[in-house]
């Protein structure tokens, strides 16, 4: 018997450009994954699924071997922690920064800043490398409503080409990390699978090399 290899990928953004990696490695989901309300796909390897899922979950299906390889952001993966988790290849799709960023021309006081922030974790972690205190603030969501509101001095959130920031009065201000979308894979599947893992690495770094030579 042939063992299923179950490949989670993240929803959104990121799937729109990990299906177009996926194909150029010769990996096709049966159905349009856009148009549907289905989370596991066949594709066309009989033992390769799909699965979509939340960003944020992928990790965490990787990690605990619900599934063996995950494509996730760097962010997410930064965020969640690399415990149980192989980093083998960066995609090279998805390239955001994660930064800190303020109200245009903000000064800060004395008083700790606040810091708004989904990324709780990385964030705690910059600023206490850096000895500096902060009060860090969860949030889920529109983060640029924070220091508009009165609610944070700062937020760390993803900027690409920084047009929500400025749409909403803010600027960018340190690089926390460069980000990318990455292949991961779980420390059980890379052990018991790996003669299935090894051949999707491959046309996947593949597929990554051939699209920087034509670039
Ligand atoms: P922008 O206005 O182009 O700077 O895009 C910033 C917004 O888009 C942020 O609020 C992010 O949540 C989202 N975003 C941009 N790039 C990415 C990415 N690669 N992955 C996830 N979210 C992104």
């Avoid at 990690?63 to 390889?69: L, P, V, W």
């Avoid at 972690?125 to 609610?151: C, H, N, T, W």
């Amino acid at each position: 018997m042939t063992t299923t290899l179950t490949i989670a990928l993240s929803k959104g953004r990121i799937l729109k450009e990990t299906l177009p990696l996926l194909a150029d490695a010769d990996i096709r989901p049966s159905v349009d994954i856009t148009n549907s309300r289905k989370l596991l796909f066949e594709t066309n390897h009989p033992h390769i699924q799909l699965l979509v899922i939340r960003a944020t979950d992928v990790p965490t299906y990787v990690a605990h071997g619900a599934a063996d390889i995950g494509v996730a952001g760097k962010d997410v993966l930064l965020e969640h922690g690399s415990a149980g988790l192989y980093e083998p290849l960066d995609l090279n799709i998805c390239r955001c920064r994660l930064m800190t960023c303020a109200m245009v021309g903000a000064r800060l006081g004395n008083q700790r800043p606040r810091v708004a922030t989904k990324f709780v974790n990385i964030t705690r972690r910059y600023f206490s490398k850096q000895s500096r205190q902060v009060d860090i603030i969860k949030l889920y969501g529109a983060m640029e409503l924070a220091p508009i509101m009165g609610l944070a001095d700062q937020i760390v959130d993803i900027v690409d080409t920084g047009n929500t920031l400025r749409a909403n009065g803010m600027e960018p201000l340190e690089t926390i990390a460069n980000i990318s979308a990455r292949m991961v894979v779980g420390g059980t599947a890379m052990k018991l699978k790996h003669a299935r893992i090894q051949p999707v690495m491959d046309s996947l770094t593949a597929a990554v090399s051939q699209r920087q030579h034509n670039n």
